[in-house]
Each structure stands twice: as structure tokens, then as C-alpha cells.
């Protein structure tokens, strides 16, 4: 009799260990029974050891910011039929006070919903905003008021459920169709080609305004020397007006004393008196 009690105390420890489960610090849980009358009614449970036996499996969801980037890429057409595909990732965290709601809600943890109904909820919500939106008005800046709009909707569509979407972000580079990959390149060797002319018309433009100021600087130069020669030469007819003998003072300096060889009838020896 004692072996059999002892044996049957193991056995209920055993079951007992079996049969429970922990929540981690950070972390909600929800017991969902999976027979009898109150199948699928959950409880919510705090952070600890629980027991949940045979009928009952528990369910954690965090309550903490989680972030996932999805590896399959996202695909979204725009309003004039072009198909552009992004990595996103999402940052979101589950309400402590709604994880019945959620579990309610979706039936699954929150992996599952993660993967599953997260990911849809973005991927309809572009959809839904790039169908307003043209692939050039996307391409020019358009990319986060598509992202912000659409987080914008799925807060307002998960939050009353009790998922907090916190961020929305772009992974990586978009990709878009050879088409318009094609068109980018176009355009981008467009403006670089517009930009380099615009340079070479202002490098022109500077040179022509260095050949002017060159130009202007030299003709200011000659008007200069030549208004000090003409003042020159009028201070100089000045001064010999009003003192006659200085050309004649001036005449004997440069003479050299030779008379000249031949002279002219009347004409007269310079600054000597013949008598």
C-alpha cells in the first residue's frame, strides 16, 4: 500500500510538472481550453508558472516592441498599372489590457499573426493608398506619404483590437519593373547632361565677364596715360605762351653748335646775330 501511494504521488508530481508552463517577464498569457462546454474561452494570465493539464494550452503575446521585416518583398500597383515591389518592416507591441481581444479576434499567437494577418493588413493597405498615386508622383517623393498613410489606416484598424502598430519602414531599394528602371536611367542622364551644359554656359559666362573686365581695365589704362599726356602737353603750351623765351632757352640746349650747310636766301642763322 505504501509503494502504491508512493507511486501515485510521483505520478501526480510528474503530471503536475507536465503540466505547467511559464510566462516570461514582458510577456501576457491567455489559457485557452480545447474541450468541454467552454472550449476556446480564455483566461488571462500573468507572469509566472501556470498550470494548464491536458485540456488547456496556453498562449503568450508580448507586450514589448517587436519588429519584423518580412523577407518575401511587398507588391503594391499604382494608379497607372505599374507593379513596385519593397521590403518593409513593422514595429508594433500588443496591448496588455486587450489580449483576450486579440486572441479573440484572430485565434492564433502572435507569430502566427505577425506572418499571416499583420502581413495582409499592410499589403491591403498599399494597395489601397498606391492606387491613388502615380508611379512618377511615388518616384518623386512619394514613397512616405504612401507609408505614412497606410500606417495611419492600420492604426486605426488594429489598435480598438488591441495591436499597436508603432512604425512602418521601407527595406532596401524599391523594385520596380525594367520599364521604368529604363525611364530612371533616362532621366537621370538627362539632368546630368542639362546640368553639365548649364556649367559650361556659366564657365563661358565667367570667362567673357573676365575678358571684359580685361578689356575695360586696359581701355581705362590708355584713356588714363592719354589724358595725362594731353594735360601734358597743355601745361607745357601753357607755360611756353606765357614765357616765349623758354622755347628759345630750350632751342640752345638741344643745339649741338653746327651750323646747317645750306641755307636759303633770308633765311636766318639760328641764335646768332649776323651783323
Not at 499592410?122 to 518616384?139: E, Q, V
Amino acid at each position: 500500500m505504501r509503494k502504491i501511494l508512493v507511486a501515485l504521488c510521483m505520478v501526480c508530481s510528474m503530471s503536475a510538472l507536465v503540466g505547467c508552463e511559464y510566462v516570461e517577464p514582458g510577456n501576457v498569457g491567455i489559457k485557452v481550453n480545447k474541450l468541454g462546454d467552454d472550449k476556446g474561452v480564455g483566461e488571462v494570465v500573468g507572469v509566472g508558472r501556470v498550470w494548464t493539464g491536458w485540456n488547456t494550452t496556453l498562449y503568450t503575446f508580448p507586450t514589448f516592441k517587436q519588429m519584423k521585416t518580412y523577407d518575401e518583398p511587398f507588391s503594391f500597383q499604382m494608379s497607372d498599372g505599374t507593379a513596385i515591389g519593397y521590403h518593409i518592416s513593422v514595429a508594433y507591441k500588443v496591448n496588455p489590457t486587450k489580449v483576450a481581444s486579440v486572441f479573440q479576434t484572430y485565434r492564433k499567437g502572435v507569430d502566427e499573426i505577425t506572418d499571416a494577418d499583420l502581413r495582409q493588413q499592410i499589403s491591403d493597405t498599399l494597395n489601397r493608398r498606391a492606387s491613388a498615386m502615380n508611379t512618377d508622383k511615388f518616384i518623386d517623393g512619394g514613397k512616405t506619404d504612401l507609408l505614412d498613410g497606410a500606417l495611419a489606416d492600420i492604426r486605426k484598424d488594429m489598435e480598438p483590437i488591441g495591436i499597436e502598430v508603432m512604425n512602418l519602414s521601407y527595406s532596401g531599394k524599391p523594385i520596380y519593373p525594367d520599364t521604368v528602371v529604363e525611364s530612371i536611367n533616362a532621366k537621370v542622364t538627362a539632368n546630368q547632361t542639362t546640368l553639365q551644359r548649364n556649367q559650361e554656359v556659366l564657365q563661358r559666362e565667367a570667362e567673357a565677364n573676365m575678358r571684359r573686365a580685361v578689356a575695360n581695365g586696359e581701355a581705362d589704362a590708355t584713356r588714363t596715360l592719354a589724358k595725362a599726356d594731353a594735360d601734358s602737353i597743355n601745361l607745357r603750351g601753357e607755360a611756353l605762351r606765357r614765357n616765349p623765351e623758354m622755347l628759345q632757352l630750350e632751342a640752345v640746349t638741344k643745339w649741338n653748335g653746327t651750323l646747317p650747310n645750306y641755307m636759303t636766301s633770308g633765311a636766318q642763322t639760328p641764335f646768332i646775330q649776323i651783323k
